[in-house]
């Protein structure tokens, strides 16, 4: 019995060591960045887990109503080594070489212009790949991994008053943007200007008082000597 048992865990072991060990998959990655409205931005289109292609279709999806593509750049870029078709009005790249590029890095930047009328928020930019493969025209597969422009708000900033000073009571107010309508800054004390600055008047109050007990000083030294 202990035999079969020992030879059923050598049996279990083997198997386990000729199991391949598969590396993680290709992707395309977009990078992410925030902007403001009306701003122009470069993102970096890259690859990663790169097992090797040489031919290729790339296309960058995104929101029309937020962002204009502008330009799509590869020099300096993996994609400068071998023959790059650009067209920017549809977001598209056809790749071509005679050797396999096997290097994780930025395959492309692509340059948008955010709208000046842009909302608040985070919009998605995808790039997928098409009939990539390699010198031997064996199929590459490579997962979309979304990247996104946030466009932001820069803030004008102008002071709201919460509440008017009355009677002896401070009053209140806070920052908020004329833009978005962020506020900042809130619970802001307006001095009253019936009551001051208590320490100011502390001070008064004790500059009154000296003088007036130098002055009564001085007129009984006067008595004494009239005397």
């Known amino acids: 019995m202990k035999k079969i ?22 992707s395309i990655t977009v990078a992410e960045k925030t902007v403001f409205a009306g701003d122009t931005v470069a993102i970096d289109v890259a690859i990663a887990g790169n097992t090797g292609f040489a031919n290729g279709k790339f296309t960058v999806e995104y929101d029309a109503s937020v962002l204009t593509l502008t330009a799509i750049d590869v020099e300096g870029k993996l994609l400068e080594n071998g023959s790059a078709a650009i067209n920017v009005e549809k977001a598209t790249i056809s790749f071509a070489s005679t050797e396999n590029i096997t290097e994780d890095g930025v395959l492309f930047t692509a340059t948008f212009t955010v709208k000046a009328d842009a909302a608040l928020g985070k919009y998605d930019i995808k790039v997928t790949a098409q009939d990539m493969v390699t010198v031997d025209e064996a199929p590459v597969a490579a ?9 932001e ?3 004008e900033w102008e002071w709201v008053i919460d509440k008017e000073p009355e009677g002896k009571e401070d009053g209140l107010k806070h920052e908020e943007c004329k833009k978005c309508g962020e506020k900042r800054n809130e619970g802001t004390i307006i001095d009253n200007p019936n009551t001051g600055d208590s320490t100011v008047q502390t001070v008064m109050m004790v500059i009154s008082v000296m003088g007036m007990i130098a002055v009564a000083g001085t007129v009984s030294y006067r008595r004494r000597l009239s005397k």
């Open 143 to 151: 997962e979309a991994v979304n990247g996104a422009v946030t466009v």
């Open 5 to 26: 048992i020992i030879s059923l865990l050598l049996v279990a072991m083997i198997s386990v060591m000729m199991i391949p060990a598969y590396a993680a998959g290709t």
């Open 153 to 155: 708000c820069d803030h």
